[in-house]
């Protein structure tokens, strides 16, 4: 009873959160940047301003699949973003952008997320198949492994929520400062970005929630 207890729960977080960022987007959508410029107007700005000419913009595949690549030195941009003068591409290039800047001062958890990704990596793959075993084959041990696996990966969860929240606001600040939105219209764009930075919570939140469920099962087995 306890497990379908954390699973009902997981899946109201996961579906509330997404439910809400997609809700607030497609309202933000609906608005019309005063200014009239476009989410890639407004990055290349920001970006120019913060002496990263080197950084480029790139217009990418898919809904809600923009980052920044501090790799390559891409801000990619989904196409609806990348396009459109509304609220939610000004306010999702701009975080964008915030990243990059992040990137360029060494922002210490971007550096520590970024050199950490390689090992969580891992660490997805092999926590979902020891996970698997121990619960399958009945091997404790594999399970414990597993459950270290997604204490790793909440961990880097917990890293990531300090980025992304700091990239918020400096993309915010970015926009009042440039005067690439009215100040009427920044409430907005804290809404679009706080509805983002929300799943990120959730992920860390459902994370938790599956580990003290492992936690449990693998305590009954021993």
Excluded at 63 to 87: E, G, M, N, W
Excluded at 124 to 130: F, M, P, T, V
Aim: proline residues 1%; contains cysteine.
């Amino acid at each position: 009873m306890e497990y379908y207890l954390f699973l009902a729960i997981t899946l109201a977080i996961t579906i509330g959160s997404q439910a809400y960022l997609n809700s607030t987007t497609k309202k933000c959508e609906k608005i019309l940047s005063k200014k009239g410029l476009r989410g890639e107007m407004v990055a290349r700005r920001i970006l120019d301003h913060n002496d990263l000419k080197n950084v480029s913009i790139e217009a990418n595949n898919g809904y809600l699949s923009d980052h920044y690549d501090p790799r390559k030195k891409v801000v990619r941009l989904s196409s609806a973003i990348y396009a459109d003068q509304t609220i939610a591409s000004v306010s999702v290039a701009a975080h964008e952008c915030g990243h990059a800047i992040q990137d360029k001062e060494g922002y210490l958890f971007l550096r520590i997320r970024s050199m950490i990704i390689p090992l969580v990596n891992l660490a997805s793959k092999a926590g979902y198949i020891a996970i698997l075993i121990g619960i399958f084959a009945g091997i404790t041990k594999f399970l414990w492994l597993g459950i270290i696996c997604e204490v790793l990966i909440m961990l880097f969860q917990l890293i990531t929520l300090p980025v992304e929240f700091n990239a918020s606001s400096r993309g915010l600040k970015q926009l009042l400062n440039l005067g690439l939105v009215e100040n009427d219209e920044i409430k907005y764009c804290k809404k679009m970005l706080t509805a983002a930075a929300l799943t990120y919570v959730a992920s860390v939140a459902t994370s938790a929630i599956e580990i003290a469920r492992l936690v449990l099962m693998a305590r009954r087995r021993d």
